[in-house]
Every structure is written in C-alpha cells, then in structure tokens.
C-alpha cells in the first residue's frame, strides 16, 4: 500500500480509547422514543453491523454519532471524544456515507471530491494527490469529469465513499451505504470497506443485506430502539435458536408485530 | 466563530468556489437574475406614469374671439391638454367625455371677450374627467395655474402696471417632473430585495431539501463559514443587478446620475447584506423551497407598497409608518433618490446608511445564531 492509500487513518484521535462508547444513549420524538438507553462499546478497527428493521433506532443511532442529532439523554464518544462537548474533533476524525446520496448532482466527479478534500483540510499537491489515489482506487479515473448527477447508484455510493474517506478518517459511519446498488457493485464495495478495516479504520455500517451482516466482524441487533443482541455472525443465530442471521431477523420483527398488536 | 476569522479560515474558499461553480452551471437562473431585472425594469418604467400629460380635449367656443382663442392657447400650452376637436353643443361635449373619446373639455361662452372688454369677470369653464384622481390632478392644477395667469396677465394689461405678485414654483431634483426619475433609482432598491431575499433562502433550503446539507454538517466546515459560502457569491449577484438597471434606466429613461456612484455602491454593500440576512432568516425558519418561496412573495408587498417606493410614506397612516421602518428598503430608496436625484452626499445620507449597516449586523448574527449544526 502507498503512503495514498484509502487506508492508513492519520487523523489526530485517542488511540487508546475505543472507536465507539455510548452509555444509555437514548432520543425521543416527542412521545416516540427512537433509541431506547443503548450500551454499546465498538473496538479500534472493527467491521460493525448495525441491524434491525425500518424504524428500529439504527439511522438514529448514526445520526447521533455523527452529531446530527442531539441525544435527549444519555453519553456517547466517538475516537475517544464525548459527542456533546468535543463534535469538531469529531467531526475531523470520522467520515459519514447517508442513506440518500448526499453531493451535489451539478458538480462533476472531481469537483465533489476535491471540495470534500479542501473542507477536510487538504491543500495543494497533497490534495491532488489523495484525489488521484481515492479515484484510482475506487475505479473513478474514467469518470472524473462526469456530472455526480448523472452517475449511477453504484458509482454514486463510491463517489461518496471517496469524499468520506479523503482525510483518512480513524472511523467511518456508512448508513445503508449499498442500497438499491447492484451485487457486482456491493461486492466491489464491501472489497474496499475491507481494505479500509485493514488499514485500521473503524467501521459502523447499516444494512438489510444478510450476506453484509455476515461480513461484518461483529453484529448489533436493534429492535424499537432497544438492543436485543450483540455478538458475532455465527453467534447471533445460536442465541435466538434460529438457523441464519435472516432468521433472526424475521423472528425479531415477528415478535415486534406481536407486540404492536 | 466570528465572520473575520472565518474569511481568514480556508475553509471558506471552498464553499465560494463550489457555490461560483453551481452558479455558473445554472444558466437558466443565472439568466433570470440579469432577465429578470430588465424585464421588471421595463414594466415598471414604462406602465407607472402617475403624472398624465396630454389629455384629448375638446373645444366648446361660443365666443369665437382673439380672447377665447388666447385663452385655448394658454391651456394648450400648458402641455396637459391637447386640443383634438371643436364641438359645437353641450349635448355633443357631455356624449365625447362619457364615452371616453375626450377626457377634458373647454366651454367658453358666447359673452366671454365682451366681459373682458366691459371689465367684468369673464368666464371660462375646463371639464376634467376625475374618475381618476391620480390622472386628473396633474391637469386640473395646471389648468387653473394658466387660467390665474392669463388673469393676471390680462389685468396688468389694462392697468399698465406689474401684477401686484408672482410666485414661481421650482420643482428642484426632478424639474421636468418624470415620474420615471423617481421610480427607476426606487426599482434597484425594489429588485434587490426581492430576488436576493429569493434566492438565498432558496439556495440554502434546496441544500436542506437535497440532502447535501446534511453530508456538509458532519464535516468540520464551521456553520459561519457555511453561511457565508452561501451568502458572499449572492453580493456579486446584487451589484451586477444593480449595474443592470442603472445602465438600462440610463439608457431607456435617461434616468439622471448627479451624485457620487463609489458612494451609492459603497453604501449598497449594506442594503445587499440586509436582505441576504432576511433570506438566510428566512431559510432557518422554513422546510421547502416552496415555503421560502411564499415567505419571499409575502416580504414583496410591504416592500412594495410600505417603503416610499410607489406612494409617499408622509401620506400613510402612522402604524404603516412604522411597518415601512422597519424595512431596509426604506433606507435604501432615500440614499438612491438622494444620489441619483439630488446628488447629495455622505453628509446627508450617514443615518441611512448606518441604520442599513446595522440592518445587516443584526440580520446576519440573528440567522447566524438561528441555524443549527444538526438536523434536530
């Protein structure tokens, strides 16, 4: 790997800390209470898996992380800093893929990129130079000059993946990075998620692809805001008696309809 | 993070770069902005004439004299009136002013020059159409100032003295009276307000609504810097549009330029940044594009009506008084007409512009205060 690589995080953090500690972590909207007191502790350089059906408290959860949303109660730090006190050091240590492609459908490939780049503190050569590997390595090269609008939602998802990732963050939030993308695309995806975690980035990832989940190095699963369980792919079905991680997964949103009713 | 250490922070190129970018891909926005202006000036200069001049009239002369003849000739003179017709009825003159096909009317009655001569009072009647107010006044003040005239005239005639009196009226700053002198300069003010309150709280919502914000805010782009990205490359657009109508109204209604044009440019600076302010408000307060759009045509009228742009505020009830006050455009409209028209300077204009300065510094560190780094 070079010294450009899409891995090798060199954003200023506590190495010591843990990438992720929250302690009854909880937000409400109004009467709904959309994460319920989460514990939740993320190693340095893990692949995490944050699971659950629609509405479960994951996006939430991110959002929180992210210091989009304020917590209503609770205490959460992320690379060691406390979310409600320390959200710039934060901000230049983490990376953050939304659900809905977030860039500018105007700007060109490399416009995109090279703004996120300068926001993140990049300059002059060092920038072009991070730019040129980000689009080499995530096959962008060709497309450089394209409109982002016009770009197709896999190419879309990297394009965005290469802006989070300019600054080398020690830890990246991608929600639901790898919807409505096609199988080719999300393999290639989840390949450079992997270069990533290798080169020591943390990763707290959304889906509702089960073969995702079962890439991830550890799994939590959230229902109505509440954490029902937290463990390895192969340890998660074990728990509930239940033969795959999908199955989990229906069993959970089962009991969730039966409580509804 | 005050606004001078973000201008030195870098991080604030970036946003204005990439906002110059998107601007100049938008061409069909970017054609509104220098479109719109000259439409708007076009509509507004040519279809506001408050003074009307050259109203049809119709002779009734049943004195058939050298007096009657001066006396039409004075009224014609006078520029309001121009004679299309004689008619020789009072039936014939009340059919032409009904059916609109003459809007004033001179009667002048068969005794007219033999009253003159005998030195009694002569009478002489001019029929106006006042359905209009506005139209008419114009013509009625000038007619009885050429009826007093003529009087006066024909007296010192007789006597072979001076008339006892004169008093002559100087319509200074605007002499020959335009009413587009007066309303173009008012149209810059008027224009500015409306697109650049317009365009910024649209800008920032459309970043809201598109889902780009969001990606924004998680980054370390400071939320002064973030707002001023948005709101600097609008200040360039206010100046070009600015530059647009004084050029057109110069060119198309040879609007007078007397005062100092560094001075009025400098002082615009205020004004800008008062209404990027409101819009920037504007944006913190609404969700759509749509509803920042309605929140702009809402803003339109009081501006329109309220600030002394079309009707004098010394005419308004006191609470409408108070509303125009607190409009910028207010202020700016003084320091235009006080530049453009009556070439005054900094001496009589600093209370505008200081109050539009502090329009902007309250505006701006409101908004500023109001947006939010998180979507909560």
């Given amino acids: ?261 | 993070m005050s606004v001078i250490e973000s201008i030195a922070e870098w991080r604030l190129w970036p946003m204005l770069r990439k906002e110059f970018i998107q601007m100049r891909r938008d061409r069909l926005t970017l054609a509104m902005m220098v479109g719109i202006p000259a439409v708007q000036l076009a509509l507004f200069g040519f279809a506001i004439r408050t003074e009307v001049r050259h109203l049809p009239t119709v002779v009734l002369d049943e004195s058939r004299s050298s007096e009657s003849r001066s006396l039409i000739a004075v009224i014609r003179n006078t520029g309001n009136f121009d004679i299309v017709g004689a008619v020789q009825s009072r039936a014939e003159l009340t059919n032409l002013l009904a059916s609109g096909t003459a809007q004033a009317a001179v009667v002048i009655p068969p005794e007219f020059q033999s009253d003159i001569k005998r030195g009694r009072t002569a009478q002489a009647q001019i029929i106006v159409d006042a359905a209009d107010p506005m139209a008419s006044s114009a013509a009625i003040a000038g007619a009885s100032l050429a009826g007093a005239a003529r009087g006066a005239e024909i007296a010192s005639g007789r006597t072979g003295r001076a008339p006892p009196l004169e008093v002559r009226v100087r319509p200074w700053y605007n002499p020959a009276m335009r009413t587009e002198a007066y309303i173009v300069p008012g149209i810059i003010g008027v224009l500015l307000s409306l697109t650049l309150l317009m365009i910024t709280s649209m800008s920032i919502v459309r970043e809201r609504e598109r889902g780009t914000l969001e990606q924004l805010i998680v980054t370390p782009l400071s939320k002064t810097s973030l707002m001023l990205g948005k709101v600097l490359p609008f200040v360039v657009v206010g100046y070009v549009q600015m530059t647009v109508v004084l050029v057109l109204g110069k060119l198309l209604f040879d609007i007078p330029i007397r005062g100092s044009l560094p001075l009025l440019y400098l002082i615009t600076l205020g004004f800008i940044v008062a209404n990027l302010g409101i819009g920037l408000l504007i944006s913190t307060l609404v969700g759509t594009q749509v509803q920042a759009m309605q929140l702009g045509f809402f803003m339109m009228m009081p501006n329109i009506l309220l600030s002394g742009f079309m009707f004098p505020r010394v005419a308004m009830p006191e609470p409408a008084q108070w509303i125009g006050a607190m409009l910028p455009l207010t202020y700016y409209l003084e320091v235009l007409r006080g530049v453009l028209l009556k070439d005054v300077g900094i001496e009589y204009l600093w209370r505008d512009a200081l109050i539009l300065m502090l329009f902007a510094t309250v505006l701006i560190a409101l908004s500023v205060r109001r947006f939010s780094k998180t979507v909560d």
């Fill in chain 1, 1 to 261: 790997m070079t010294d450009h690589s899409v891995s090798a995080p060199t954003a200023p953090t506590d190495a010591q800390a843990p990438a992720v500690v929250t302690r009854g972590l909880r937000k409400t909207f109004g009467a709904f209470v959309a994460v319920a007191g989460l514990d939740l502790t993320i190693a340095r350089g893990e692949v995490f898996g944050l699971l659950g059906a629609n509405g479960s408290g994951k996006t939430t959860t991110i959002r929180m992380l992210t210091g989009l949303l304020t917590p209503s109660a609770g205490s959460a730090a992320v690379v060691g800093f406390d979310i409600a006190r320390e959200q710039e050091s934060i901000r230049q240590a983490i990376g953050y893929m939304s659900q809905k492609f977030g860039l500018y459908d105007d700007l060109t490939v490399v416009e995109n990129l090279r703004f996120y780049a300068t926001i993140y503190g990049l300059r002059g050569a060092v920038r072009e130079d991070r730019m040129r590997a980000l689009l080499d390595e995530l096959d962008l090269t060709p497309r450089a000059k394209q409109m982002a609008g016009t770009l197709s939602g896999g190419w879309k998802q990297k394009l965005a993946l290469a802006c989070a990732t300019a600054h080398r963050p020690a830890m990246l939030f991608l929600d639901e990075p790898t919807a409505g993308v096609d199988p080719a695309a999300r393999r290639r995806f989840w390949e450079i998620i992997y270069v990533l975690a290798q080169g020591g980035t943390t990763v707290l990832v959304t889906t509702h692809y089960m073969d995702e989940a079962a890439r991830c190095q550890r799994l939590a699963f959230l229902s109505r805001g509440q954490l029902m369980a937290l463990g390895t792919p192969e340890e998660i079905p074990r728990h509930f008696g239940q033969p795959t991680i999908e199955d989990v997964f229906i069993e959970l949103q089962r009991r969730d309809d039966a409580a509804a009713a």
